[in-house]
């Protein structure tokens, strides 16, 4: 985990929000959860999966009256792929952003929300919450 003994400059935390993110669409999932202070990433996997490929094939179940498998997201991770970072934006007191999702180059409706906290050492980032 990044232990910054300063708060860190924004730049610095959207730095490790697209390293954690890159690491996420790579596949890299345990790499990802050591990076950040937060619990597994499962949730975080799930919500992109309902923002993005769910919601997008919900519109084509509509039309072809077939659903994928509950668990599809956590079987194939390709779909990561298609996901990109869009706009950081920051609070005012400069501890907390968010960062918008797009998945096929469309801004989904779930976005990533990371905390820089104080601990012993230092600062850490803590996160992501989705934000729906």
Known sequence: MKIW?????????????????????????PEAERLVDHAPVRHVLRSLWAGSVEADTDEDEDEAGSSPAADAWAQD??????????????????TSCYVEISYRAQIIE?????????????WVLSGPATLW
């Open 77 to 94: 991770l390709s779909w990561l792929a298609e996901l990109d970072l869009a706009d950081f934006h920051w609070g005012h007191s400069g």
């Open 5 to 29: 003994t300063e708060h860190p400059a924004q730049s610095e935390v959207e730095a490790v929000v697209r390293h954690y993110f890159d690491l996420l669409r790579a596949g890299r999932i």
């Open 110 to 122: 779930v976005s990533l929300n990371f905390r820089v906290k104080p601990v012993d050492a230092g």
